[in-house]
């Protein structure tokens, strides 16, 4: 018995060692050994028995095991895409909803692909730690693709009504998910650098500004007149300036209805717009002129660097109404979705008329890397904003629904917005987010800055008999901070609510941090274990400049913008 424990206690010692070494190497930017046993690498995931199935007679350092499960991913990724078109190939004998869920995961899956690709070519070259912002963009890329296939995943079981399917692909989804999950804490491990968190924050201010001597050379009289107005109307936005940080437009097109501009409809401009446009290529600049456009809009991803620009919040509106009772999937209930990098838009409407009655009807879905929204209206009642994945930031936007209205699973900053919860249906409570983080090792979350977070007009009588929460957990590890916020009296003393029992109460992140008004007091506030009040140096990391990393891309927007804490 002596001999057994004496054994073990040198096992465990040599065992922790090794994982001290790997530590201390990455760390201080060391070599690493030339090998490095699966399962000390596979301790610093989430599911290390997994993770040393994953890697089972493999052999090499933290970058090899890393390749490895890129490469294992890439192929699932393929093989789950398979799949998909398989069923849909024999669509006829399924449902209707079993279809849109369906093509809901082919479009996500496609996507998917694309990301662990990019991610591949790099890593592939790749033996150290990689610059941050590139770090950073890959760590975006492959929480993205877990966030895609639980999108799928709850959609097919919310959905579908062939069991076949559903029990088929949700299987393969949960199997998929665990090696994704393993890929992301693989890649954190070996090549994305520690970051650093800030103490002090630049305060800056940008707004949209033409640069002349980047305007295309050969503007005909009808574009410059075309330049003139969208100008003229669009309020501080759009002000001629040769500052260096002017925003580089490329070319112009006008949506009118009334047949004035260059088109009728959003959907033929976005259509007209260049595909693959590069960062630094410039915008191709939509100027949509008032009216009530009743449009379904989804920009694919191949519509880069557009922005559209409309005479403001209830004079240029973009509606629909479809609803999941109606038959959509929540993911395609969208009124306007867009996934293009770098989107940016302004001055618009969108809406989705559904009412309550509905359940799920999205007004906007955004799972546009980069992307940017100033000065809109998002309006709906329960899941209106549907921030699903990717880096976003909102500035002074208005934000009405009622339940869950602002969810999904990016790393998004809404700054300066006003936010109005509205009157549910009877029976029903308020909750403001609903995050969806199913991995602790993804870069997501909602961060909710200097917002004006009041009752909407209909709420506003009904105020004494309808709860309202700033929040409650969608999935597991849930993370929504509200920071340098006005809450009005009407927000509920616990401040946030249960999604069902004890879920996720202890896997959570909610966190508050210097708000003000009757509806901040924090001395009633839930008691879960993942609930904190947070300090100045905590909530940095939800800033722009921490949380999206904004400094490197949100200015070339010309959207004001503050860096830090305000």
């Known amino acids: ?116 690709s990019n991610t591949y070519t790099t890593t592939n070259q790749a033996s150290g730690v990689l610059p941050d912002s590139q770090a950073e963009d890959f760590k975006t890329f492959l929480s993205a693709v877990l966030t895609n296939q639980q999108t799928c995943l709850d959609g097919l079981q919310t959905t579908t009504s062939d069991p076949r399917v559903k029990n088929d692909l949700s299987s393969s989804l949960s199997n998929d998910m665990k090696l994704h999950s393993v890929t992301l804490a693989l890649y954190l491990k070996g090549w994305a650098p520690q970051k650093n968190i800030k103490t002090s924050w630049p305060q800056n201010g940008r707004h949209l500004n033409f640069k002349n001597g980047r305007l295309p050379l050969k503007m005909s009289d009808k574009a410059r007149a075309i330049f003139d107005s969208a100008r003229n109307h669009g309020r501080k ?50 100027f949509i002129k008032q009216g009530v456009y009743q449009e379904y809009v989804s920009i694919d991803k191949k519509k880069t660097y557009l922005m559209l620009i409309g005479e403001g919040i209830n004079r240029t509106i973009i509606t629909g109404n479809h609803n999941v009772d109606d038959g959509s999937t929540t993911f395609n209930s969208a009124t306007f979705a867009v996934v293009a990098p770098g989107f ?55 934000i009405y629904g009622t339940v869950d209205f602002i969810f999904g699973n990016a790393a998004v900053v809404l700054q300066n917005c006003n936010i109005y919860p509205r009157l549910p249906l009877s029976g029903q409570f308020n909750t403001i987010t609903a995050q969806g983080r199913t991995d602790p090792n993804q870069n997501t979350g909602t961060s909710i800055q200097n917002a004006n977070i009041k009752a909407a007009d209909d709420l506003a009588p009904n105020v004494g008999t309808v709860r309202t929460y700033l929040g409650r957990p969608w999935k597991q590890y849930s993370r929504t901070v509200f920071m340098q916020s006005f809450m009005d009296s009407f927000i509920n003393p616990a401040g946030w609510s249960e999604w069902s029992g004890d879920f996720a109460l202890s896997t959570l992140y909610y966190a508050e941090y210097n708000n003000t008004g009757p509806g901040s007091n924090t001395s009633n506030r839930v008691t879960w274990p993942g609930y904190h009040v947070i300090n100045a140096t905590d909530a940095a990391n939800f800033t722009v400049s921490n949380f999206l990393s904004g400094d490197s891309w949100i200015p070339q927007t010309g959207v004001p913008y503050s860096s830090g804490l305000i």
């Not at 976005?270 to 410039?282: E, K």
């Not at 559904?354 to 709906?380: I, L, N």
């Open 1 to 116: 018995m002596a001999l057994k424990s004496f054994s073990l206690l040198t096992f465990f010692i040599s065992y922790l060692f090794s994982f001290l070494v790997l530590e201390l190497a990455l760390a201080d930017g060391g070599s690493l050994p030339s090998t490095i046993p699966p399962e000390t690498i596979c301790q610093s995931t989430g599911d290390p028995a997994y993770c040393k199935n994953v890697l089972a007679n493999q052999n090499g350092n933290i970058f090899d095991y890393g390749r490895i499960s890129i490469r294992k991913s890439m192929s699932q990724s393929r093989n789950f895409l398979n799949l998909v078109d398989s069923y849909l190939q024999g669509s006829s004998s399924l449902s209707q909803s079993t279809v849109r869920a369906l093509e809901d995961c082919k479009f996500l899956a496609d996507l998917s692909s694309e990301y662990l």
């Open 237 to 286: 936005l759009l002000q001629t300036s040769t500052g260096d940080d002017s925003v580089v437009v490329n070319d112009i097109v006008v949506v009118s209805q009334d047949g004035s501009g260059n088109f009728t409809t959003i959907n033929d401009a976005i259509a007209a717009a260049p595909n693959n446009t590069a960062a630094n290529g410039g915008y191709f600049l939509i």
């Open 344 to 398: 940016v838009g302004v001055n618009i409407t969108f809406r989705n008329t559904a009412g309550p009655s509905k359940h799920q009807a999205v007004a906007v879905r955004s799972g546009a890397d980069m992307s940017t929204f100033y000065s809109c209206s998002f309006e709906g009642y329960q899941d209106t904003l549907y921030t699903h994945s990717l880096r976003q930031f909102y500035r002074e936007c208005d």
